[in-house]
Structures are given as C-alpha cells and as structure tokens.
C-alpha cells in the first residue's frame, strides 16, 4: 500500500516542486510587458492560467493513456478534481508565501515552509483516496498501464541521479525534459 501511495505521489510531487520554484519566481521577477501586440496567447497568460493549463493537459494526457471509461467517469471525475483542486490550492498558497516573504524572518520562513509541507502532505492523501478509489474500479490491463505509467515517472529523478554520479544507463531527453532542473 505504501509502494501505491508513493508511486502515486511521485508525479504530484515534481508537478509541486516545480510549480513552487516557478511561482516563487514569478513573485519576485515579473515578466516585462511587451510592447508588441503579436505575442503569442501562451506569452499572454500568467503563470497560474500556464500552471492551470499544465495540470488540465496532464489530467487529459492520463485519461487518455488509462482509457477511462463511462462506468468510471464518477472515480475519474473526483481524481482529476482533486489533482485541480490541490493545484489551485498551492498556488495560493505559494503566492501568498511570496507576497510576506520579505517582511518574513528566519522563524517566520521556517513555519511557512512547514505549513506548506503539511498542506503538501494533506493534499497528498486526498490524492491519493481518489486515486484509490479510482485504481480499484481499472480493468487490469488499465491497471497494467496505470502501473507502467507510475513506474516510469517515478524512474526519471533516479535515473538523472545515475548520470548525474556517472553510473547506470543515461537518461533519456525525454525524461530530463520532464525533470524538474535545479
């Protein structure tokens, strides 16, 4: 069960750290304003509609690799709901976090950080309920998928860390483009 959770966790978990650096950024260094008119829509939308975008291509990209069917459009409907819903929630979290951050001291950064490990640590089980419930009503060869799926994500930090120590198979350029960078 634990092996579930933490397979489960691992993609949420890269999605939050990079939203967390990128939303930090974005707080202290906006973005110049363009005097030109023929931007293109995704240099116009702000970090939290490209942040929102992510998540739904994500919550897309998944329900078309498991192949989720009508009968299990309910326990779909609730995971992806609560993948929303724990991104909404972060990214507010993170910005409001950005936004104190320099009237902050040391003790106050130290109690935001660990609120927002516990937020991160809550949301976490919430995601991992849905994804339960929903992982109980897959078919097998769903689950199989499912499965590979968790298995490969999980895979791609340990794989960057080999290559990182020169040991072990590189890694590939599809997995490091999906790697969070430091």
Same mark, same amino acid.
């Given at each position: ?25 974005? !707080? ?31 919550? #897309? ?16 409907d609730a995971y992806a709901q609560t993948m929303r819903d724990n991104a ?5 979290a993170f910005r409001n976090r950005a936004q104190k951050m320099s009237s ?8 935001s950080y660990a609120e927002l490990a516990q937020m991160h640590a809550d949301?976490? !089980? ?16 769903? @689950? !199989? ?6 298995? #490969? ?11 990182? @120590?020169?040991?072990? @198979? ?13």
């Amino acid at each position: 069960m634990k092996n579930a959770i933490r397979k489960a966790a691992v993609p949420l978990m890269f999605s939050l750290a990079a939203f967390a650096g990128a939303a930090m950024a974005q !707080q202290t260094s906006p973005a110049p304003a363009t005097a030109s008119s023929s931007a293109a829509p995704a240099a116009t939308k702000t970090h939290a509609q490209r942040r929102a975008d992510a998540v739904e291509q994500r919550i #897309n990209d998944m329900h078309t690799q498991l192949k989720i069917t009508d009968a299990q459009s309910t326990q779909w409907d609730a995971y992806a709901q609560t993948m929303r819903d724990n991104a909404t929630k972060a990214g507010s979290a993170f910005r409001n976090r950005a936004q104190k951050m320099s009237s902050m001291n040391a003790d106050d950064v130290m109690k935001s950080y660990a609120e927002l490990a516990q937020m991160h640590a809550d949301d976490m !089980q919430k995601l991992s309920s849905s994804w339960s419930a929903l992982y109980a009503v897959l078919s097998p060869d769903q @689950k !199989q998928a499912a499965d590979d799926l968790f298995h #490969n994500r999980a895979a791609r930090p340990h794989s960057m860390a080999r290559k990182q @120590k020169g040991g072990g @198979k590189p890694a590939s350029a599809s997995s490091s483009a999906t790697t969070p960078s430091n």
